[in-house]
């Protein structure tokens, strides 16, 4: 999906075509985070969303005012290494609004994984404060793997700084990376 055009085109009178992609019906979701890193709960999610849709774009949001442990390139880097090469999944970065991004990818969605009632205050004022921005993009609430349901990233970046074993909660290059940030 270089080209701008849509792959898929079957053309009754048995020759193809190709569709502009604006034209197309293509379902996209945007998967927005801060991913300080990316743990197997946010791969659970993607796992799920992909399922879902056509394409799942992976949404890095700049989030400077957050000041997270990794660069933001450091954050893509671990996502492309992780997420990267998954069918219909494409990693990108954001600033500035949510749905103004939605709005640019062409995305009628927008995904966030809830882990607990104690994610669902702040996940609600979200979701519908960007339908007031933008009516057109639904969010929608995914359930990670029971498993996950405690994980978070900055619990994972505590256990790291505190010289603990995070390797059953986050992907080996995301380990390695914690583990580089901390022995420094
Ligand atoms: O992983 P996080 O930190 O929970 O992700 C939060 C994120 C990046 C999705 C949220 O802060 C966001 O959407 N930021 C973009 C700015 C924006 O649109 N703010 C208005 C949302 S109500």
Redesign the pocket.
Known sequence: MTNGFAPLNHSPFGFHFPIPLRFSRMRRAIY???FDPVTNRHLDVIERARKLFDEVVVAV?H?DEKQPLFSLEQRLDLLRETAGRIENVRIAEFSG???EFARAQNAGAVIRGLRAVSDFEFEFQ?AL??RNLNAAVETIFLMPKEEYTYLSSRIVKEIARLGGNVSTFVPGCVAKALSGKFSQ
């Open positions: 927005p985070g801060s949001a989030n609004l949510l749905v979200m404060m960007n």
